[in-house]
């Protein structure tokens, strides 16, 4: 067993008279920030490309991201390109802004301004670390020393834009983060922000971003709710402010980090579709804004056809969108297990026949059309796999609706075929099982030809007569019968051939298509000879030709199973 090591100091909680967060609830969609063209692309094994990036950003603009992270133009000669792309090739749109990021250094900041020359609006995002850990081991500065730098950058920044508006009249708004915040002494934090926010000259109309992220995810999630709520309670001027967070996922739980933010006074999100980001990953923005939409809450971000969305992802990328990731994933609506298949199944008949204008499907936490899944196959079979599962993919699949009675029956070929297999059966195999085992079913007796008669008696009731030829196993023989029904009078007519001991058990019947030639398929139940009970299928436009063909493929299956077990 692996023991607890000493080394490790671990994180100390915040201070708080009273929580307000924990009684919360998120009822409207923060403000959106991607950070994929920045945080994401850096984090890429193989950084995008230009015309990679090109598409990204046309792709998170169709999503509804009204503010985009775009580069670290004065980083590299590779982020000042795609800047200037966008820009010059009016690929931004008049109501989306994009954001570029610096350090609080003089030079970098300069040429940021440079490469931001002939955008509309713009968010200039500076930086600088704060934490406790950063400031003894990398820059071995004193805290007033770290404020020194945020000040001199924000002075610098805001005489850089009166300039530029002066100019030109572009829109710039101010973003400050302290990097590593969930390190930083809390009233530490507090103080810069503070001090920035006074060098800016921020106001209730033009506030500043302050930015407080989760650089490295160091504590559990309620511990980051609690720094954001009493940064928000004890920051002076807080109208003059927005409080955006941005969480990484080192510990994996930065979606909950940002949702517990949001209830701590949180109004801003920055993050990455599908959570791409350096180490563990940043937020997954999919997540969180899909949690909302499941929730009722109008995340506005569109993300209806997410599988498009994810190919861009992974085309851009060349990452993978994880089958188990949540909403995107190829298993994310998947059940295997039988009580699962089975919930899932009874839950869609609910809907359609309560007409509840709830989403109410046991295990589905959204509904899959909702985000263009509904062609996913939701259940999914293997050796786990109840009776239900594989009736509901064949409903899905085919129109037919086996009765209930049915399904131990088809579920025991199935699980026999998948534990064959060793694998799970797609869709198209297990309507392959079913036709091969009912439908395309060669056995002893085959209907030749056939005829129903009715005859009315004197005392007003009605006998059915059945005449017809049946090959038995190679023989083609006449057959006879009368009944009280179509059904009665075949059981009557194959019992002249020795076809006996037979009982008729139940009949279940429904249409397969519509028009002037509908099918209907007719699901048989056989008592046999002996013992036990065995079903059959037929498919017919005339229901009672259905009917018969449903008794000959349960007799002809009794029969085989019969020879095989002798």
């Not at 994180?11 to 929580?19: A, G, L, S, W, Y």
């Not at 079913?441 to 059945?466: N, S």
């Amino acid at each position: 067993m692996q023991k607890a090591n000493k080394q490790y100091i671990p994180f100390q909680p915040v201070k708080m008279e009273r929580r307000e967060w924990p009684d919360k609830v998120i009822t409207k969609a923060p403000v959106w920030c991607s950070v994929d063209l920045r945080d994401g692309n850096q984090a890429l094994v193989t950084p995008m490309q230009l015309d990679e990036k090109l598409l990204m950003f046309k792709t998170l603009v169709d999503i509804g991201f009204k503010e985009i992270e775009v580069g670290f133009p004065s980083a590299s000669d590779t982020e000042y390109e795609i800047l200037r792309t966008l820009i010059e090739g009016n690929y931004i749109p008049d109501d989306v802004t994009v954001q570029v990021l610096v350090q609080a250094r003089a030079e970098l900041i300069k040429k940021t301004f440079e490469a931001v020359k002939g955008a509309k609006n713009v968010i200039i995002h500076f930086y600088n670390s704060t934490s406790t850990l950063q400031r003894k081991v990398v820059f071995k500065k004193e805290m007033d020393g770290i404020i020194d730098i945020a000040v001199e950058g924000a002075r610098l920044i805001r005489q850089l834009t009166e300039e530029e508006v002066a100019k030109s009249g572009m829109n710039i708004r101010y973003e400050y983060s302290p990097e590593s915040f969930t390190g930083t002494e809390i009233d530490f934090a507090i103080r810069i922000c503070e001090e920035v926010m006074k060098e800016l000259g921020a106001t209730k109309e033009n506030p500043v971003i302050l930015n407080l992220p989760s650089t490295v995810e160091m504590s559990t999630p309620n511990t980051y709710a609690d720094q954001i709520e009493y940064f928000c309670k004890h920051l002076k001027n807080r109208e003059a402010a927005i409080i955006s967070i941005h969480p990484h996922n080192d510990r994996g739980t930065a979606v909950a980090s940002a949702e517990l933010a949001l209830m701590a006074g949180a109004e801003r999100i920055e993050g990455t579709l599908f959570g791409n980001g350096e180490r563990t990953g940043n937020l997954d923005l999919v997540t969180v804004a899909l949690n909302m939409f499941t929730q009722g809450v109008d995340p506005e971000l569109d993300f209806t056809n997410i599988l498009e969305i994810k190919k861009v992802y992974e085309q851009c990328t060349k990452m993978h969108v994880h089958e188990r990731q949540p909403y995107a994933g190829e298993l994310a609506f998947t059940a295997f297990s039988g009580s699962h298949q089975d919930a899932i199944r009874k839950g869609y008949e609910y809907m359609e026949t309560s007409e509840t204008p709830y989403w109410e499907v046991p295990y589905l936490p959204i509904n899959p059309a909702d985000i263009s899944r509904e062609y996913e196959p939701v259940i999914r079979i293997n050796s786990q796999s109840g009776k239900g599962g594989a009736a509901f993919v064949l409903e899905h699949a085919c129109g037919y609706r086996l009765p209930k009675e049915m399904h131990p029956e088809f579920g025991a070929i199935v699980k026999a075929a998948s534990d064959a297999y060793g694998d799970e059966l797609k869709e198209e195999q297990i309507v392959e099982l079913f036709n091969k085992e009912y439908l395309d079913f060669k056995g002893k007796y085959t209907l030749l030809q056939h005829r129903f008669t009715e005859l009315r008696e004197l005392d007003g009731t009605t006998e059915t007569r059945f005449e017809g030829y049946i090959n038995d196993n190679g023989a083609i023989k006449m057959i006879v019968g009368s009944g009280n029904g179509p059904i009665d009078s075949f059981f009557q007519a194959i019992s002249s051939i020795g076809v006996v001991g037979y009982e008729f058990v139940n009949y279940h019947e429904h249409a397969i298509s519509r028009g002037s030639d509908a099918l209907g398929i007719c699901y048989i139940e056989l008592k046999v000879p002996g013992n036990g009970h065995i079903f059959g299928v037929g498919i017919n436009s005339n229901i009672n030709v259905a009917a018969i063909q449903g008794i000959l493929c349960a007799i002809n299956r009794a029969e085989a199973h019969h020879g095989q077990e002798q």
